[in-house]
């Protein structure tokens, strides 16, 4: 009895405030006890800890902050695993999005690039003549010679065009505090451009070798390692690059305008039909105004490069660009030589980029559907 009332009347002599420290003091190692053990428990479970009445803010924050910390240990593995995914799903849809395109209009890219690289004026009748006599002189077949050198290239460059372009979203989004798609209209324009440079400079060499193949008989070059041997023999490793300038040129304002106007059109139809994924002749549609605006913007360029690229075997001199530019306008003047092939343009152009973003957008949605 005499201990109890001891105890009692020391307690009794505790000052307020010294009891009101303590008792914050308690709640504070509660509270860093819970997000401790929320460190510890599967993420699906992390409870969200809540500030008691009289809790400084510096202890709200530093338990959000634990709890923030042990999210982001728990899903870092889980997070490079999936990036790691979708690198390869976007390799993969890009690969097969570029051969099924380039496929479908190799007769007609193949004509284009005739007329490009020789004097003759162009005409629709004209192309059409010279797919006809092809398929007549040399069979049907013929229409897709140089078609093994461009699957060579465009497996490579579209998965690499594709795949850039997803992680320049996914970086720029970051960047800007957005997701991939809803990327403000310059940094869109951007991400567009930049994974079109990148996959054009890892894959040019094979560019120029499907251009030569394209314009000259079976007899000069029986296959593409012919080709690079044949050059590099004769006309030196350098050449192998002749012509890449104008193409990087080219391909900023293509690659630019092309993923812009897609991404763009696609966001758009979100905002008014209130339906997240477009039917697939929407996406068609879309891709063919994109492929479009892109050609066009970019084509006198790309007749330079062309021009460029088979000078050693057409009789045309190598120059710079400046110069190959200025023989093409007064030999032919402006619009009938650096637009020359235009209309055959706006044929395949729409077609082939149309397939090309269809055929990535589905089968990321089936390998998405496949890996949940």
Request: net charge positive.
């Amino acid at each position: 009895m005499v201990g109890q009332q001891a105890a009692n009347r020391s307690t009794a002599w505790i000052p307020p405030a010294a009891r009101a420290e303590s008792a914050r003091g308690g709640a504070v190692a509660v509270e860093v006890a819970a997000a401790a053990a929320a460190a510890t428990l599967p993420s699906r479970s992390l409870p969200t800890v809540l500030s008691r009445p009289g809790m400084g803010n510096g202890v709200k924050e530093g338990v959000v902050r634990l709890r923030e910390d042990a999210e982001s240990v728990l899903h870092s593995p889980v997070s490079s695993k999936s990036d790691h995914r979708q690198v390869l799903s976007s390799l993969l849809s890009g690969a097969l999005a570029g051969a099924l395109a380039k496929t479908a209009v190799a007769p007609l890219d193949r004509t284009k690039i005739i007329f490009q690289v020789s004097s003759k004026r162009f005409s629709a009748k004209e192309a059409f003549r010279l797919l006809y006599f092809t398929y007549l002189n040399e069979g049907f077949f013929s229409l897709w010679r140089g078609n093994s050198a461009t699957m060579v290239r465009v497996v490579p460059y579209a998965a690499i065009q594709f795949s850039a372009h997803e992680e320049y979203k996914r970086i720029l989004g970051r960047y800007y505090g957005f997701r991939g798609e809803a990327l403000p209209p310059w940094p869109r324009l951007l991400a567009g451009a930049l994974a079109g440079t990148t996959a054009a400079s890892l894959t040019y060499p094979l560019d120029l070798v499907r251009a030569r193949m394209a314009v000259t008989p079976k007899e000069m070059y029986s296959n593409i390692f012919h080709v690079f041997i044949r050059i590099s023999r004769e006309e030196g490793l350098k050449t192998l690059y002749h012509g890449f300038i104008p193409t990087v040129l080219g391909v900023i304002p293509y690659a630019g305008l092309s993923f812009f106007t897609y991404e763009t059109l696609k966001s758009l139809h979100r905002e008014y039909s209130g339906r997240l994924q477009p039917y697939p002749f929407e996406r068609m549609i879309f891709g063919a105004c994109a492929g479009l605006i892109g050609q066009s913007a970019s084509y006198p360029l790309d007749v330079v490069r062309r021009r460029m690229q088979t000078a050693g075997v057409t009789g045309h001199q190598r120059t710079s660009i400046v110069r190959t530019m200025r023989a093409i306008v007064r030999e032919e003047g402006v619009v009938r030589g650096l637009y020359k092939g235009l209309s055959m343009n706006w044929l395949k152009g729409p077609i082939a980029v149309g397939i090309s973003f269809t055929t990535f957008d589905l089968m990321q949605i089936l390998l998405r559907h496949l890996q949940s």
